[in-house]
């Protein structure tokens, strides 16, 4: 896990997610792309908040969505500040869907990867909820322990991708 000596420091300091620029740029005739890569458009971000697509309660569409019988994943790093996992289990432990009963009756539980626990989680029918240790925003780009980076993400990413409920391994 990357901890910088200087809380102070830079996002250009902080290795993750990794800078892909020069890889996006050495293939974007070979894919066809209509426009130059930026990691971050200030623009695109000003437009979203222009519109007021900031701070809304989407729990109503997140309940129509689980209760559609989709599979669903919620998930969030332990050292996420945007999306910080106490909201998140607060918002899913008022999540109102056909599986809140089941959802209420459960703790959450370790979850491992090739048996080291990793973070915590929770299922109730296709509603799964993932906390990973030590991961920042970026998920897949943080590490827990002996794990090689985004190994707790993909093993939770081809869980659900096989409409499996999250488990240990």
């Not at 996002?11 to 894919?31: F, G, R």
Request: glycine letters at 8%; proline letters at 3%.
């Amino acid at each position: 896990m990357y901890v910088s000596q200087n809380r102070f420091a830079s996002v250009d300091d902080h290795p993750y997610p990794a800078n892909i620029t020069d890889y996006i740029d050495s293939i974007a005739d070979t894919i066809g792309a209509e426009s130059d890569w930026e990691l971050v458009s200030g623009d695109v971000f000003n437009n979203f908040a222009a519109t007021g697509d900031w701070m809304r309660n989407y729990a109503p569409q997140l309940a129509t969505v689980v209760n559609a019988g989709v599979r669903t994943l919620i998930y969030c790093g332990d050292a996420d500040f945007v999306l910080n996992y106490v909201g998140l289990e607060a918002m899913l432990d008022n999540l109102d869907n056909e599986f809140s009963d089941d959802w209420d009756s459960q703790d959450l539980a370790p979850y491992a990867v090739n048996g080291q626990e990793t973070g915590l989680y929770k299922n109730a029918g296709t509603l799964s909820y993932l906390r990973v240790y030590g991961a920042g925003h970026e998920v897949p780009a943080y590490q827990w322990g002996d794990l090689e980076v985004g190994e707790a993400a993909f093993q939770m990413f081809s869980q659900i991708m096989l409409n499996e409920s999250l488990s240990s391994t």
